[in-house]
């Protein structure tokens, strides 16, 4: 999660913060 956040933020990335957060909540 760190890497993720150290590395460039392009669109994929924005795409992937704004999904991760809302699917790792509705799984755990």
Do not use: C, E, R
Request: charged content about 5%; aromatic content about 14%.
């Amino acid at each position: 999660m760190v890497i993720l956040i150290t590395k460039p933020a392009n669109s994929l990335d924005l795409t992937i913060y704004s999904i991760y957060p809302i699917m790792f909540g509705l799984w755990t």
